[in-house]
């Protein structure tokens, strides 16, 4: 990434003044192009009415569309809009026909509310729950899934990146695993949408969820799905209103691609904003985007090794953006809290929210530092300096 353009983050992003911002991982800072956007939004709803706003402004909502249908190499048709990373995972989770005996595949590395699911899926209807093992670098081992996958399989569900660690799970090699079973695969990209390139065509997946307000630098409240041409017609979406179908005599049809798992409601000022978001990455590019937030963490990683009593606790052959780590004798949500006083965030990475991975690693709770473009070299050295006289 050039000077130009990190200066150009930063300028967009006001903040950098005054905060040091390294919890890029729950909830990323706005680029005042996004905050402009949902500002405008709002305003035209203050001056000309809800639905007015609604159809004055079609084409920045439309853009929600394209702009996610770019971004993830799908088509406009296949994007739906969604309040949150979870409930778009939830769509293609409890849309699918679950059948006692019914087997998912999981890894370790999952998502804490997307294991709950299963866990209810499994009281309710006796599905399997079977769980890949890890390779030794600690991502999902793709030749034991192929091994593992039988006619009984019904889902591979991943998170490509970990919401507890810098590992970047091998999406792809999954993918190719998947496909060659005809096995339905759900990949929770929640932390990789903005942080790393998805291509969903190179991935090979069948649905994909992510959230706005995480690397992509959307506004709050707000996330996307994305589900195969090929895949809409083998799910039932869990909840209908006369959005997402229509009464037809007795009946009644979906309507046609992935509308059918929206509401009509939605948070019409976040979307804008999170089209917004989408298009700044793609104006910035994915690429430099990742390359940038790779080499900033890494860098990160190194300097954290380097001092005495630091464990960096990240696995993985490729790591991104998500760095964790304990501090001997010191716990860790003392030194976020100590951390925050001083005008640095970072966040707490913690058992509820991959359980498995905590139990199975006896992981005691972390510090979360996730670096975004916009952050520098020299934040990386503030933030070690602050660590070492707290
Ligand atoms: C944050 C996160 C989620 C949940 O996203 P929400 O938008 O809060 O629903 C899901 N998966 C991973 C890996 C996450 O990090």
Not at 125 to 134: A, M, Q, T
Not at 171 to 200: K, N
Request: hydrophobic share 40%.
């Amino acid at each position: 990434m050039t000077p130009e353009t990190v200066a150009r983050l930063r300028r967009d992003t006001p903040a950098c003044e005054t905060l040091l911002h390294f919890n890029n991982a729950g909830a990323a800072l706005i680029a005042d192009p996004v905050h402009q956007t949902v500002l405008d939004y709002l305003d035209a709803e203050r001056r000309m009415g809800g639905y007015e706003a609604e159809a004055a402004l079609a084409p920045r909502l439309d853009r929600f569309y394209t702009g996610f249908a770019e971004l993830l190499g799908g088509e406009p048709s296949e994007i739906a809009y969604a309040e949150s990373a979870t409930r778009a995972w939830d769509s293609v989770f409890y849309g699918l026909d679950w059948r006692e005996g019914d087997e998912v595949i999981i890894h370790v590395s999952d998502y804490g509310s997307n294991t709950l699911s299963l866990l209810q899926m499994q009281a309710r209807k006796g599905i399997v729950i079977r769980e890949c093992p890890s390779d030794e670098t600690g991502q999902i081992d793709v030749l034991a899934l192929d091994r593992m996958i039988g006619p009984r399989t019904r889902l591979v569900a991943l998170s490509h990146i970990p919401t507890q660690g810098g590992m970047v799970n091998p999406a792809a090699a999954v993918g190719c695993v998947t496909r060659d079973h005809g096995v339905f695969y759900l990949l929770d990209a929640c932390q990789s949408l903005g942080q790393v390139e998805v291509d969903v065509q190179a991935i090979g997946c069948d649905a994909l969820s992510g959230t706005g307000r995480k690397f992509l630098r959307g506004p709050r409240g707000t996330g996307v799905l994305w589900v195969s041409k090929a895949a809409i017609g083998r799910l039932d979406p869990p909840f209908i209103d006369g959005h997402s179908a229509r009464v037809v005599g007795d009946g009644f049809d979906w309507e046609p691609g992935a509308k059918r798992f929206e509401a009509f409601e939605q948070n019409y000022a976040g979307k804008a904003g999170l089209a917004r978001a989408v298009d700044y990455a793609l104006e910035v590019g994915m690429p430099v985007i990742a390359a940038r937030i790779a080499g900033l963490a890494a860098t990160l990683r190194a300097e954290l090794s380097a001092r005495p009593g630091v464990t960096v606790r990240d696995q993985g052959e490729r790591k991104g953006g998500i760095v964790t780590f304990t501090v001997e004798d010191r716990p860790s949500r003392g030194i976020v809290e100590a951390l925050r006083a001083k005008g640095i965030n970072t966040s707490l990475s913690y058992a509820r929210w991959a359980p498995k991975d905590f139990a199975r690693r006896h992981l005691p709770e972390m510090v979360r530092a996730s670096v975004h473009a916009y952050n520098t070299e020299d934040e990386i050295e503030r933030f070690i300096a602050a660590l070492d006289t707290l």
